[in-house]
């Protein structure tokens, strides 16, 4: 049985740890949670808005609509080989629960994507990625319920049109689809076990490991991820506020010559993919403050709530972020944080 709740103060579930006010909340605790909402006149009337463990969205107003929170809970093994097993995970897990629950059974392929926040559900919305890893590249099928219709929607890797922190989700079924379960295929053994990015080989050095596991490459993440990253608990931020942009060969090369030192990999179609950190940073936008927001002094690409912000001061904050890259840079930052 639903309970629609009036006016509920948003700011413990988002950890940019901004207030918002939510004309109405509901908590879905079961997939007929869902069923029961439909019929409600709240949810037939009002604008909706699907929020996890609120880790990458920001709030810029009070929702003057409905707030479906997820609390779906449960695993489930589907299937499952000498090799292999494949699990089937209700969206309200939290993910990071859900990659230690793998990691002690010693199941491969998310060990890189551990301590990232957020839920289950959340993550083929954007294809969280981290250390070399998509999620993408375990999902087997996402479901799915379509909020106006009720009705339920099965999504295979294709159908989800992942891409770099995108997808189907994110893009046209966004807010029209309640993702409910998502369906993952890990290793049992042989794992390819991914150290060649960022810092994963050296803190792995450093902890001794000559032979590394899935327990000491998400131990080596854990502990890169902690000393690099602002705790949410401690100074409100959503990770990483813009994506890496992608820019031409020509583009790329022409703003080499002038900057010597600036990064690029290549990407899909002959393009450059440019780290969004290092812009910023030589926009001198490091360790900036203003108001109550500002630009994380290790992590550019971090904006933090350092004291009361409120969601138009961080938007403000970002949005000249941008215009000093595009203006030095001639590159167009995209926020990869769901700006609502
Ligand atoms: C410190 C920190 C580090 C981070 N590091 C990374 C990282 O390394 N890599 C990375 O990819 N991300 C990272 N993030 C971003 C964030 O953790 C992920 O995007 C995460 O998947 C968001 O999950 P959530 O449940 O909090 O989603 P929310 O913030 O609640 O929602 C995000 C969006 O998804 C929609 N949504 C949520 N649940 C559902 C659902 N069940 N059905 C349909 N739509 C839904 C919401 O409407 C919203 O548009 C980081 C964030 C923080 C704070």
């Known amino acids: 049985m639903i309970r629609i709740q009036e006016n509920v103060q ?20 079961a997939v007929d949670d869902l069923f029961e909402l439909q019929q409600a006149d709240i949810f ?7 929020l996890g463990g609120g880790s990458n969205v920001l709030f810029t107003h009070d929702i003057d609509g409905l ?17 292999t097993i494949t699990l089937k995970v209700a969206s309200g897990e939290v993910w990071h629960t859900f990659v230690m629950h793998c990691v002690q059974h010693n199941w491969g392929g998310i060990e890189n994507l551990s301590l990232i926040p957020g839920t289950v559900g959340a993550a083929p919305m954007q294809n969280i990625g981290a250390y070399g890893v998509e999620v993408q590249e375990v999902i087997e099928k996402v479901e799915g319920i379509e909020l106006l219709s009720g009705s339920v929607q099965v999504f295979d890797k294709a159908g989800c049109r992942f891409g770099y922190r995108e997808s189907i989700f994110k893009q046209e079924l966004k807010e029209k ?15 390819l076990l991914r150290t060649g990015y960022g810092a994963i080989q050296d803190t792995l050095r ?4 000559t032979a590394p596991t899935i327990q000491s490459v998400s131990e080596a993440v854990i502990h890169i991820r902690s000393k690099k990253l602002p705790d949410p608990r401690v100074l409100g931020n959503a ?10 060969q020509q583009h790329y090369v022409s703003l080499k010559s002038e900057w010597p030192t600036m990064p690029g990999y290549s990407s899909e179609n002959q393009s450059v993919k440019v780290p969004a950190a290092w ?16 630009v994380h002094q290790h992590q550019p690409l971090v904006i933090v709530n350092y004291e009361h912000a409120t969601g138009e ?13 595009k203006e030095r840079f001639d590159i167009t930052l995209t926020p990869e944080v769901n700006i609502i």
């Open 67 to 83: 707030v479906i929170h997820n609390n779906l809970k449960g695993i489930q093994v589907s299937h499952e080989t000498d090799e």
């Open 279 to 294: 812009l910023i940073e030589q926009c001198g936008w490091k360790g900036k403050r203003l108001a109550g927001a500002g």
């Open 239 to 248: 990770g990483s506020f813009f994506k890496n942009p992608t820019i031409t």
């Open 10 to 29: 948003l700011k413990p579930f988002n950890t940019f740890g901004i207030p918002a006010n939510a004309r109405y909340f509901v908590s879905i605790q």
């Open 44 to 50: 037939k009337n009002e604008v909706r808005l699907i």
């Open 313 to 325: 001061e961080i938007l403000s904050l970002a949005m000249q972020v941008r215009a000093s890259v």
């Open 177 to 191: 689809n309640f993702i409910s379960s998502v369906t993952l295929t890990l290793t049992k053994k042989n794992h």
């Open 206 to 209: 450093e902890m001794n490991v």
